[in-house]
């Protein structure tokens, strides 16, 4: 009930305080009392502060590319996102990539046709431990997906002592395809375990190029051959697989700019063997410069032939044959 503070007289309303005060203390300045939230306000609005700058919170993280990855899902799916990115990487971001220098790129060879199916044959020899060929599935997945549609990728780390760099596996991919087709094996695993094996014919070629059986080993159509990653594995270093796949169609993203100019070089050499269809692809300027531009490429790769690899108790496992040097 609402009391003088004068006298200490209470009243049923407010209206018969008020009036009481003019009659009885008309020289004292009137001041009601104050109104009363209800039981547990501030505990309400507090409550309902805390879930809104949680929501906006979440909504903001989940909008950064995050820069830790969750051993616990290698060998799942890969996300939608991770997907989305990977395969919409545009025609104006490989276009503005086409003169990017890289390591290496796809060398002419001479063999007799590579097919499946009727279609000219892409094989792809690695490991889920390799580095190289961690980088390597990056471009090789974005240049895929220009012909066809790729699926069955998962999540993968290239090996603990081999950069643990982010990655995808082939070990269940799946390809389909009017244009090409589409082999992949990984012959080891990430603890460079035998894996998946080889078949013979495509044994024969892996040492008809590589003698001493290296990995990475991609063979396009038996008329180019990449025998080692685009572009230095270490770029990767310390990213995520979202820190990587978000900044992929980023074309001021230095990372991405090697990882997609190592896809424009294997779509070039794609198109060189498929007739160049389609012809939305392989009439691109990025297609056909990367074709021109075209060199031999030494070999640089893990000789799956010594029992040291790189990375491990020798540094001398790691010996390219052009003499020159990478490390991680």
Known sequence: MPQCKICNKKFSTLDSLEQHHRTVHPKIKYTGPKKEMPKHFYTTIFIIILVAGGGVGYLVYSQLPHGNNNPGILGTPISSDFYGNLTSVTDATLN???????????????????????????????????????????SLSIALSKFGNLSGLEYMLSGVNDGNLSTVTYSHVNFTSSYISFVAI?????????????????QQLWSQYDSSLGIPFLDIGNQYVLLSSPFSPTILTGLS??????????????????????????????????????????????????????????????????????????????????????AF
């Open 96 to 138: 503005s990539v086409a003169n990017v220098s890289l390591s290496y790129i796809p060398s002419t060879i001479s063999g007799p046709p590579l097919n499946k199916n009727g279609l000219p044959e892409v094989l792809y020899i690695g490991g889920e431990f390799c580095p190289f060929c961690a980088g390597l599935r990056w």
């Open 186 to 202: 990984e012959a080891f695993d990430r603890q460079r375990n035998n894996y998946q094996p080889v078949p013979s014919q495509d």
């Open 241 to 326: 697989w979202e820190q990587i796949y978000s900044q992929l169609d980023n074309v001021n993203n230095s990372v991405s700019k090697q990882i997609d100019a190592g896809a424009a070089s294997i779509i070039a050499a794609i198109c060189k063997v498929d007739g160049g269809k389609p012809a939305n692809v392989c009439g691109q300027p990025y297609a056909q410069l990367a074709l021109l531009s075209m060199n031999p490429s030494p070999v640089v790769a893990y000789s799956t032939g010594q029992n040291t690899l790189y990375g491990v108790a020798q540094a001398e496992a790691y010996s390219p044959k052009s003499g020159a040097r990478d």
